[in-house]
């Protein structure tokens, strides 16, 4: 329950709109990461590069602002790499980073520790030395404790449908590939970058091209982590959220030698990119509608008739499997009380005088009349 935690205290804090102001924030202090340890490692321009590559990926800027576990996790995960991509030796510096990748798997199991592990092997490489393996190995293992821990309580003490539901359902249903969601396929991660992580891409290749010196601890960080999303049977897009930050890094890497002409033309370089946040600006209304996808069918198709309940009246959602997205949006933005079915009762049961009925479940029942249909979905209402 820990990733939510954080997003409940900001709704209660500001509103519904407290939770999407936090994952922004949460973005935001991915993307000055990026900017600062691409500023370090490869100069103070490649870092700027790198943040822009970041921002500007459609899937990092639709998502980073959503109430999901990502923004937290993309955050904590990768600040928990800093010491091994910097090549830090403190004891200290380790033991922050093993903290942090601690309240990354918190937020989300196994994948908060990928970074942090990817991160030691790449400098260990880099540094043709065992000792970053060794400081990984132990961070990852102590990195691990917490969620252990809380999980063992569950299935011994607690019996909160934590072990059952996450270990099991979860969790171990992943790793071999038992759930029906996500794609089978080991590569899916490679293909989920290569749809999805433009313009930064563009950038990435030109880094293979160029192969700047300083980017050498980039290359196995990337390529480790992206090998270890490749081994759950089950895998979904989101997961290689966490690679985005190493990615956008390689793309700042690109930058290098664009980054002799900044400095060398530090006026210029000044006017150009702030006719460039101008240009960005005056186009942020085009750029969202470009970004946003179609509304949902409760706010568009179905609108009318559902302008008429009364927020805390119930509504029928038939669906095979349960559309918990749909019954999500009723609840968050219609403020109704969704009533998930498989079938469309018959009217004379006590129900909801609406439903939300699937297309394909969508037959004719005595006494309900099709209003309208919209994208999948079919309104109807009771009969009086």
């Known amino acids: 329950p820990f990733g939510f935690w954080p997003y409940a205290l900001a709704v209660s804090a500001l509103g519904e709109r407290g939770g999407p102001l936090l994952g922004a924030t949460f973005s935001l202090f991915t993307i000055g990461l990026v900017v600062w340890v691409g500023g370090v490692l490869l100069g103070p321009w490649a870092g700027i590069a790198a943040g822009l590559a970041l921002a500007t990926t459609e899937t990092f800027f639709h998502y980073g602002g959503a109430v999901r576990l990502d923004p937290l996790l993309v955050l904590l995960a990768n600040a928990a790499c800093v010491p091994a991509l910097l090549g830090w030796r403190s004891r200290r510096s380790w033991a922050i980073a093993s903290a942090l990748a601690a309240l990354a798997m918190l937020v989300k199991p196994p994948f908060g520790v990928v970074p942090f ?175 946003d996808g179609m509304p949902c069918t409760g706010s568009a198709e179905f609108a009318p008739e559902l302008n008429r309940l009364r927020p805390g009246e119930e509504i029928l959602v038939v669906s095979s499997p349960t559309s918990w997205r749909t019954l999500a949006s009723l609840s968050a933005e219609r403020k109704l009380e969704p009533d998930p079915r498989t079938a469309l009762p018959a009217a004379s049961e006590p129900a909801s005088g609406l439903a939300v009925v699937q297309d394909n479940l969508a037959q004719a029942a005595p006494g309900w009349q099709e209003i309208r249909r919209a994208r999948g979905w079919v309104l109807f209402r009771k009969l009086r």
């Open 117 to 291: 592990v990817a991160a030691a092997i790449a400098r260990a490489v880099a540094d043709r030395s065992w000792r970053p393996l060794w400081r990984g190995a132990v961070g990852a293992a102590l990195a691990c404790v917490p969620v252990l821990a809380f999980l063992a309580l569950d299935r011994t003490v607690v019996h909160a449908g934590w072990w059952s539901g996450f270990v099991e359902n979860q969790l171990l249903s992943s790793a071999l590939g038992r759930r029906p969601d996500g794609s089978p396929q080991w590569w899916f991660p490679f293909f989920t970058v290569a749809g999805r992580f433009w313009p930064g891409l563009v950038l990435v290749a030109a880094a293979v091209w160029l192969r700047p010196a300083r980017a050498r601890v980039l290359w196995p960080f990337c390529g480790w982590m992206l090998l270890a999303l490749c081994v759950p049977g089950r895998k979904v897009w989101n997961h290689v959220l966490i690679a985005y930050p190493a990615l956008a890094l390689l793309a700042g890497a690109a930058c290098v030698g664009a980054a002799d002409f900044f400095e060398r033309h530090g006026r210029a370089a000044a006017l150009l990119l702030s006719l460039l946040a101008a240009g960005v600006i005056a186009c942020a209304p085009l750029i969202g509608r470009a970004v």
